[in-house]
């Protein structure tokens, strides 16, 4: 009967197709892109240095969930002019060779990638006001070996303390060091710094009100990094660097990345395996640990102690290398 619905109408009903775009495996090529690398990130945009001018850009979408950080090399598509109001598209960000990372905390299983593409972290440290941090200097030692990255530690205000008791703790790693400071005799030579970034590129981080930004002023004078003070009651510096940044040595001598002050260096992500393979002398030592020995002061049967035993291992060497151990779960607070 007309307008009545019979059981046998369904094998004549075909269901409505959806109108879409057909699907193709075929990607782009971006044979036009250009190379780039990444000066700082702010709010979901990128300020790149594109043949020696300074290009904007945003992530493509294709690149998903795909983190772009301070010193990636990428290549970008779309206005490369750099003309105000321009905006290109990063479209492939180039294997990453290092990459410094943290962890919010030592419970957080979240690695965040700080800056790539870095060879050597220089650690910035004030010998006084304020008062120098051993736990986040061993912390920031820790990350470097992790990364794969050269150690340097940059002792400021030598004229307000001496630096022999700092480095005392330190050189039995064999930690390179350089000391500046402002006043007094010396101040303001900077010639043996310089010499340690020439030809690298090279991560400043430090604490709050230990003169950061003060030497990445006087490394490149056209930085205009602003500079903060230490609290006079408290004794810790203000953040003044707010993100990460890519700046180029006068003379092409090499790149520095001027990082915001740190409180904390998390390093959930840092396994003891990992970390004594920065010490060839002393892994050569574990190779007969038991098995999940950490290597660490209270492991039974350690490699290490029986090495230090038969008189073949620099004691303070491993004292001061279990101490980095123990700063994986030891914060600077």
């Given amino acids: 009967m007309s307008g009545r619905y019979s059981e046998h109408d369904h094998e004549h009903y075909e ?34 240095l594109v043949d020696g001018r300074t290009v904007m850009a945003m992530k493509s979408r294709p690149l998903g969930r795909k983190g772009v950080v301070v010193g990636d090399h990428v290549r970008i598509v779309g206005d490369t002019s750099g003309d105000d109001g321009s905006l290109a598209r990063i479209v492939e960000v180039v294997e990453r060779t290092t990459t410094l990372r943290r962890t919010a905390d030592d419970d ?22 304020p008062e120098p941090r051993p736990r986040l200097i061993d912390r920031a030692l820790v990350a470097a070996y992790d990364a794969g990255m050269a150690p340097l530690l940059c002792l400021t205000k030598a004229d307000l303390a001496d630096p022999e008791t700092l480095l005392s703790t330190y050189r039995s790693l064999g930690v390179p060091w350089v000391v500046t400071q402002l006043k007094g005799e010396g101040a303001g030579d900077l010639s043996e710094l310089r010499e340690r970034l020439r030809g690298r590129t090279s991560v400043m981080v430090g604490h709050s009100g230990v003169g950061k930004s003060t030497l990445v002023n006087a490394l490149v004078p056209q930085a205009h990094r602003e500079v903060g003070i230490v609290n006079a009651v408290t004794g810790r510096g203000r953040h003044t660097s707010t993100s990460a940044y890519l700046l180029e040595l006068p003379d092409g001598d090499g790149w520095i990345i001027d990082t915001p002050g740190i409180r904390s260096f998390g390093l959930a992500h840092v396994q003891p395996e990992q970390l004594i393979e920065a010490f060839p002398d002393l892994d050569e030592m574990t190779e007969d640990c038991p098995r999940g020995c950490t290597h660490g002061i209270d492991e039974p049967e350690c490699g290490l102690d029986e090495a230090i035993a038969r008189g073949e291992a620099d004691v303070d060497r491993v004292t001061s290398f279990r101490r980095l151990l123990a700063a994986r779960s030891i914060s600077d607070y």
Avoid: C, M
């Fill in 15 to 48: 269901r409505p197709r959806r109108r879409t775009r057909p699907r193709t495996k075929d990607r782009p090529s971006y044979d036009d892109a250009v190379a780039g690398r990444v000066v700082t990130v702010d709010r979901g945009r990128f300020t790149l």
């Fill in 108 to 129: 957080d299983p979240v690695e965040r990638v700080i800056v790539s593409n870095a060879d050597q972290l220089v650690v910035v440290t004030a010998l006084a006001d």
